[in-house]
């Protein structure tokens, strides 16, 4: 690559000169290639701990002129190819040009110049594709990481480090490459290279730790090994990176979700030295997500930028200092002190929102420096000053005033509802003409204002008519209410409300029921994705109703399961207001669809809140407040599930220790987070831990499921067995009682079921709420989301072995392979399907790999990888035919036609190509009888047609049953039977399955026989016994072809009658031969052009007698078939066209019984076929050649399908 001209003193330090002219040296860095010796040696080991080699490559240019001592580097190169073409390029565009010029001076001037208009140029054109901050000395970082371990262009590399690999005692020195997909390293110290290449889909434990052996290192853990790094100048900042590298191959393993470069990031304001676009790009996904989090903000806000600044609050009449963060929609404050101060500004006017009207500078004092005044247009004003660029930060803001509201709000609900649209069409099942009707039928369900739930909700519905309660308990009430109308008079209502310890001290006395809905929606951030949506809801629901999908059964289902206690949801008013929410979150979420629980959050959602606020209160539970939650395999459960165990082991070890030996955290613990102790709680009680859920996260539920350990330490501490913990801890649950509640008492199912002679005594549940703050308020929510990272790691990487275990289980009965090799199998398939998520193919990623589906069948892939993985597992190769053999395979593998095969039908091809000889000669008789070509008579497509029926047991099945109806509806039209007894016997019957024979199998033509001969000659060609198998092969093919003969003969004796009486036609080969020595002679001349090697040219009689590359063509000669044409091998040999050429027999057929039987009569054969296959060595080989697979993955399809790996 070219690069700006630098300065070079010292040209011949440390660098080999290889070519010269006057004005240019090409020289090659000492140490790299061949020789070089000692002081090779001794470079090569400073390249590697001084980074030189990053910063320079292997080879460069240097500019010189003949009275300067000074040289100039111009070009560089990581191959001799690469530095080749440039010193060409200088020799036949420059040499001649600058040869003219009289002054050394000018020629520097002139090259340099040259040089940077070329740069220039590239970057001009490389624009779109790559950002312009990436520097020459990161990009030669990269190259470098390509050429060592041999990845692709499409691996991009995110960051570098300089630090120490442990490998046993002995720390390595050398560079840690971080990519997108890999973790890579590579050190060379006095000639002992040390290469390592980790997946991170493959990483199960990611850990900073310091001791005396590894001080202040980072492990890195996988299935098998474990990996040290250390002396990092920055470990903090590495291992940032490598936590979000894991997570993001984490959520590619969990949901698909790849890895793609975010184009609407802001531009840097200068440029970033040594710092890719891709780590750029990570820095600002980390900010953005953890400043979402903070302000519980919608998943398309991106942070602009934030400064330190203070904030006049005027009800403590105080500046706060805090961090000012201004991004597209908003503008926020967060106190440094926790809990002090936190402020949310819409920038524009939504439904619930008053949006900015005035930004202005107010003037300076010593008191208030660099002031600005923001009001909005409900007259409420705020004061920030101590602004380190004022103008610049009020430019912005200005900036994003002065836009359109935002455009990107309308492009998402637009994409929305066309994939809406899009999946109503995909999953229906019912036909056009049913689904107006249906649409008829439901017209009363759909969503509109007129709906009593649609303004109100079911609380209030239902308290309508009840006469107003004035006893204690309602005064107490009313007391709140008038406590939060005090708070909203002095801090503000609505989003632009100051959030203080104030305001979380009367979260945790309890909301009033008349606010809890508004307060609800206003602390989980639901209220700004309801505002930037408009009648969002009401089109999902327009939209989903009348579908039928696996989520609207299990919808149907649990309707009636939810708070059936609840005289909410003892009438249709509010059965038909829940199953309108979740089928529209189904509808909207197909990836989530329905889970168990989330019935029960939903319902208790509609008692405070309209259908639409409830709908948007969902979605921020499902996808913010409690990511993966439920999803198909509850990993959000299952990961703070892992986080609860370690917060008990820190803050209640011995019970902790007690617990694990009776297995009850992990029993108990799901339904608590799942449902937010709903489900195992009074609802007087558990609704109010979801008001403190909304408004401090998660953190809450961790708080006060350890608080109810500790209330039960020592009933715990005494139990024996998991039944008498489980039974401890559920009666303490269902005694947690809500004493202020205005609401009659609801009877709780559970409590019912669990309380015996002598309940325990009653908990208050704002006693346990303020000591869950006591005990455990030290809890923080980035050490919990940085736990939540670690389990996450151990809980996808148990989801696959789980998934792996099941996938080896379902095959050990339908397989030739043992369990050990299909596990082994296994994960060469998955890393051939992420190599394809990795770096691209023809389908995406999300067409691949189906969470949803079964696990045999959620990992496919495409029919070059399937070339590639059949190449090199396969029993047999059969040279230049296995690609045409593979590609005949992976059709007869794809049932369904999508050019995917799964794990399933992958494993199904090879253990019939693995099998007995039966099966590997069943299936090598079918791939010829599925030869395309564009001749195909009808008879051969009839034939083809059949083999495929054949090996697909389903299709005949069903055609079979198919016929059997048509004519039993011809019959009854005919004959009016009315026993209809009859037809069933008849019809199960025919469902019976039918035992497949290989008399089925259609017959083989001529051609077809003729390659397959060909096929098997390709087979032995590498093996021992290479003559022994030539020689019965011949043997074979001239029985067979004696057997058609005569076979033609016995079927077709009256043909032949009418056959003698048309003339006969114009021989074209020797009048000599007969029918059948033709056909022998089309065998001979196939097993010839099959050959892989040239015979060698005869020189005498003896040599030939004596040369065994041509004795199997001598005993093709000499045996049974009678054909004198191919007595001299050169004639075989260019056999081929004369082949082509002929007329093939088109009444001559033989069946695979007797092409079967005719195999079983020579021992060679048999044994070749039945000898057991080492697919270990295979399997072994395959992983050892992935650097391979790398180097070829950017390849073209047909490249990919043409290598052998």
């Known amino acids: 690559m070219w690069i700006q001209p630098e300065e070079v003193l010292l040209a011949g330090a440390l660098w080999v000169s290889e070519r010269a002219n006057p004005f240019f040296i090409l020289q090659r860095r000492r140490g790299h290639g061949r020789g070089g010796g000692l002081s090779g040696l001794l470079v090569g080991t400073l390249d590697v701990v001084l980074d030189s080699s990053a910063r320079v490559a ?73 950002q312009e901050e990436d520097c020459g000395k990161f990009r030669e970082a990269e190259l470098k990481m390509r050429r060592l371990f041999g990845m692709p262009d499409e691996e991009k590399l995110v960051n570098y480090y ?73 470990i903090n900042d590495t291992f940032k990176l490598m936590e979000q590298l894991a997570n993001i191959a984490m959520r590619q393993l969990l949901d698909n979700e790849a890895f793609a470069a975010d184009r609407s990031l802001p531009k840097p304001c200068k440029t970033l030295k040594n710092v890719s676009a891709l780590k750029r790009d990570l820095d600002a996904r980390a900010k953005n997500e953890r400043y979402r989090t903070m302000f519980r903000l919608t998943q398309d806000e991106r942070l602009d930028g934030h400064t330190d600044c203070t904030l006049w609050t005027p009800f403590a009449k105080m500046h706060v200092v805090g961090q000012l963060f201004i991004s597209n929609n908003y503008i926020c404050f967060n106190s440094r002190e926790e809990d002090l101060c936190q402020l949310i500004i819409p920038l524009r006017e939504g439904a619930w929102e008053s949006g900015v009207s005035i930004v202005e500078k107010a003037d300076s004092s010593s008191v208030l420096p660099c002031p600005v005044s923001i009001s909005t247009k409900n007259k409420m004003n705020f004061l920030f000053a101590n602004l380190k660029d004022r103008d610049f930060l009020v430019q912005r803001i200005s900036d994003f005033l002065q836009r359109t509201p935002d455009s990107s709000w309308g492009r998402s609900f637009i994409s929305v509802v066309v994939v809406c649209v899009f999946c109503r069409q995909a999953s229906s099942s019912t036909p056009l003409s049913s689904s107006a009707g249906s649409e008829s039928v439901h017209r009363g369900r759909h969503y509109h204002p007129g709906l009593p739930t649609a303004s109100q909700g079911l609380l209030q519905l239902y308290h309508r008519d009840t006469p107003e309660d004035l006893g204690p308990k309602a005064m107490k009430e009313k007391m709140k209410e008038e406590a939060w109308n005090i708070h909203f008079s002095e801090f503000g209502r609505g989003v632009c409300m100051y959030r203080t310890s104030r305001t979380r001290e009367l979260v945790l006395n309890g909301i009033p029921e008349r606010l809890r809905g508004e307060l609800w929606l206003l602390f989980s951030g639901a209220q700004n994705e309801m505002a930037t949506h408009p009648g969002y809801y009401g089109d999902l629901v327009e939209q989903a109703m009348g579908l039928c999908s696996l989520a609207t059964e299990e919808i149907e289902r649990d309707l ?69 939650y439920y999803n198909t395999r509850v990993v959000g459960a299952l990961v703070d599930q892992g986080v609860f165990e370690e917060l008990t082991r820190a803050f209640l070890p011995l019970l902790y220790e007690h617990m694990q030996e009776l297995g009850v ?56 067995d998991e039944g008498e913990a489980m039974t401890i801890l559920g009666r303490y649950l269902d005694n947690v009682v809500n004493k202020q509640t205005v609401a009659p008492p609801i009877p709780h199912l559970h409590a019912l079921l669990t309380s015996g002679d002598d309940p325990p005594p009653e908990i208050d549940i704002f ?194 049953i198919h016929k059997h109806c048509e004519y039993c509806s011809i019959s009854s039209a005919t004959e009016k039977v009315k026993d209809y ?209 790398r180097q070829t993955s950017s390849a073209s399809d047909h490249e990919l399908t043409q290598h052998s790996i």
């Open 58 to 130: 292997p080879y460069r240019i240097l500019l010189q002129t003949a009275d300067s001592q000074i040289y100039w580097s111009i070009a560089c190169g990581s191959s001799r190819k690469e530095i080749t073409e440039h010193w060409d390029w200088l020799e036949s565009n420059l040499l001649q040009t600058i040869s003219i010029f009289d002054n050394d001076e000018d020629v520097t001037t002139f090259v340099k110049g040259k040089i940077s208009g070329i740069i220039a140029e590239e970057n001009r054109l490389k624009q779109g594709d790559e």
């Open 560 to 628: 009636h399961r939810s708070m059936p206690e609840h005289r909410a949801f003892q009438n249709e008013t509010g059965i038909a207001a829940l199953r309108r929410v979740l089928t529209a979150y189904a509808h909207r979420n197909p990836g989530i669809g329905y889970c168990q629980a989330m019935n029960i959050v939903t319902s208790v959602l509609l008692l405070y809140c309209p259908e639409e606020e409830a709908f948007w209160l969902l979605v921020a539970l499902c996808e913010r407040m409690l990511p993966d």
């Open 162 to 234: 300089s630090c120490s690999y442990w490998k046993g005692r002995v720390p390595r020195q050398g560079w840690l490459y971080l990519s997108v997909n890999h973790l890579c390293f590579y050190s060379f110290l006095l000639g002992k290279e040390v290469t390592l290449v980790v997946q991170w889909t493959e990483v199960t434990q990611l850990e900073k730790n310091a001791t005396l052996v590894f001080p202040e290192s980072v492990r890195v853990s996988t299935r098998d090994t474990e990996h040290f790094f250390s002396m990092f100048l920055n």
């Open 665 to 720: 955290i992990s029993t108990i613990s799901l339904s608590w987070f799942l449902t937010l102790f709903l489900s195992v709680m009074p609802f007087d009680s558990a609704v109010l831990l979801v008001d403190c859920f909304f408004y401090e996260g998660i953190k809450v539920i961790f708080q006060v499921a350890l608080a109810v350990l500790h209330d039960n330490m020592d009933a715990l501490l005494s139990c024996s």
């Open 767 to 960: 006693d346990l709420i303020k000591s869950s703050y006591e005990k455990f308020g030290s809890l923080r929510s980035d050490v919990i989301e940085q736990m939540r990272f670690k389990q996450r790691l151990k809980v996808i990487q148990s989801l696959e072995d789980t998934a792996k275990r099941s996938v080896v289980r379902a095959m050990m009965t339908e397989s030739a392979f043992s369990i050990e090799e299909l596990e082994e199998l296994y994960c060469l398939f998955k890393s051939k399907h992420m190599t394809s998520c990795y770096w691209g193919s023809s389908s995406s990623a999300a067409e691949r790999h189906d969470p949803s589906l079964p696990y045999l069948e959620q990992y496919r892939i495409d029919p070059a990888q399937f070339t590639q993985l059949f190449t090199a597992l396969a029993p047999w190769i059969c040279g230049a035919n296995t690609a045409t053999l593979s590609a005949r395979l992976f059709r007869l593998l794809d049932q369904n036609q999508d050019g995917l095969v799964n794990f399933k039908e992958f494993i199904t091809g090879l253990s019939d190509c693995s099998g007995s000889m039966l099966d590997c000669f069943r299936v090598l008789v079918w791939l010829k009888l599925t030869m395309v070509h564009l001749s195909l008579c009808p008879e051969e497509a009839e034939s083809a047609l059949e083999a495929t029926q054949f090996f697909t047991e389903d299709v005949p099945r069903g055609k079979h």
């Open 981 to 1189: 007894r009859y037809y069933l016997r008849m019809w199960a019957k025919e469902k019976e399955p039918k035992t497949e024979t290989i008399k089925d199998l259609p017959r083989m033509n001529q051609e077809q026989f003729i390659d397959l001969c060909k096929t098997l000659y390709n087979m032995f060609s590498e093996e021992s016994l290479e003559q022994q198998l030539y020689h019965s092969i011949a043997t074979v093919a001239s029985l067979l072809l004696r057997i058609g003969e005569v076979g033609k003969k016995f079927n077709n004796g009256s043909k032949k009658t009418e056959d003698a009486q048309a003339p006969s036609p114009t021989p074209q080969s020797e009048e000599g031969l007969s029918e059948g020595a033709s056909g022998e002679s089309q065998v001979c001349r196939a097993l010839a052009e099959a050959q892989l090697e040239p015979a060698a040219p005869q020189t005498s009689d003896e040599e030939t007698k004596d040369d065994t590359s041509v004795s199997s063509y001598s005993v093709v000669s000499s045996g049974s078939l009678q054909c004198e044409d191919i007595a001299d091998d050169t004639v075989l040999i260019g056999g081929g066209e004369q082949r082509r050429g002929s007329v093939l027999d088109v009444d001559w057929s033989i069946t695979f019984e007797q092409v079967l039987a005719s195999m079983l009569t020579e021992p060679p054969l048999v044994d070749y076929f039945e000898k057991k296959r080492d697919i270990q060595s295979k399997m072994a080989a395959c992983k050892a050649q992935r650097a391979v697979e």
